[in-house]
T-cell receptor, first 118, second 110 residues
Framework: NAGVTQTPKFQVLKTGQSMTLQCAQDMNHNSMYWYRQDPGMGLRLIYYSASEGTTDKGEVPNGYNVSRLNKREFSLRLESAAPSQTSVYFC?????????????????FGNGTRLTVT | GEDVEQSLFLSVREGDSSVINCTYTDSSSTYLYWYKQEPGAGLQLLTYIFSNMDMKQDQRLTVLLNKKDKHLSLRIADTQTGDSAIYFCAESGRDDKIIFGKGTRLHILP
């Protein structure tokens, strides 16, 4: 049982290049998320998908696009990478996106992709 | 807006208790979480507490919740070198999202 799997683990891009970060979960979770983690900033939500077929912007969506390919997979695309996008990117999933009053739905994280844009 | 605040650093001697504090703003939060992040890894759920509880104990971990003051704490008894990590407080906020603090880096002194 792998949980949340992210690829690649490391990536170096030149400014203007594009790439897609892949994420897959095998827990049959409905909701998936992309976060970035920067020193002193904590975790910031880029995009999320509450259920298959839906995606919504988070706190810092500019410069990114996402695709919820199916229930298992949620990819993050950088169309034209910029040095400000140098960060560690985490994918996460949860059983439900909605925080119902009686429902405990914590996030399960992948191990991250360390991206450097030069 | 919603916000979760926690101090950035804590140093504790091995064998002592560590207490990591957190304050949050959303009084409608249903669940509050503590996550642990070890170097080079993702966040791992450590424990959680439901908002109608004021304490939860799980082996060496004790979570205290003061809902009136919107204050959450995590106590780690008998702190070990393996407890060295970044600890994130998080609340289940409005708009179906979990809001994280910036994390507290726990450093263990020999």
């Amino acid at each position: 049982n792998a949980g949340v799997t992210q690829t690649p683990k490391f990536q170096v891009l030149k400014t203007g290049q594009s790439m897609t970060l892949q994420c897959a979960q095998d827990m049959n979770h409905n909701s998936m998320y992309w976060y970035r983690q920067d020193p002193g900033m904590g975790l910031r939500l880029i995009y999320y998908s509450a259920s298959e077929g839906t995606t919504d912007k988070g706190e810092v969506p500019n410069g990114y696009n996402v695709s919820r390919l199916n229930k298992r997979e949620f990819s993050l695309r950088l169309e034209s990478a910029a040095p400000s996008q140098t960060s560690v990117y985490f994918c996460a999933s949860s059983e439900e996106g909605r925080q119902f009053s009686s429902y405990n739905s914590p996030l399960h994280f992948g191990n991250g992709t360390r991206l450097t844009v030069t | 807006g919603e916000d979760v605040e926690q101090s950035l650093f804590l140093s504790v001697r091995e064998g002592d208790s560590s207490v990591i504090n957190c304050t949050y703003t959303d009084s409608s939060s249903t669940y509050l979480y503590w996550y642990k992040q070890e170097p080079g890894a993702g966040l791992q759920l450590l424990t959680y507490i439901f908002s109608n509880m004021d304490m939860k104990q799980d082996q060496r971990l004790t979570v205290l919740l003061n809902k009136k003051d919107k204050h959450l704490s995590l106590r780690i008894a008998d702190t070990q070198t393996g407890d060295s990590a970044i600890y994130f407080c998080a609340e289940s906020g409005r708009d179906d999202k979990i809001i994280f603090g910036k994390g507290t880096r726990l450093h263990i002194l020999p």
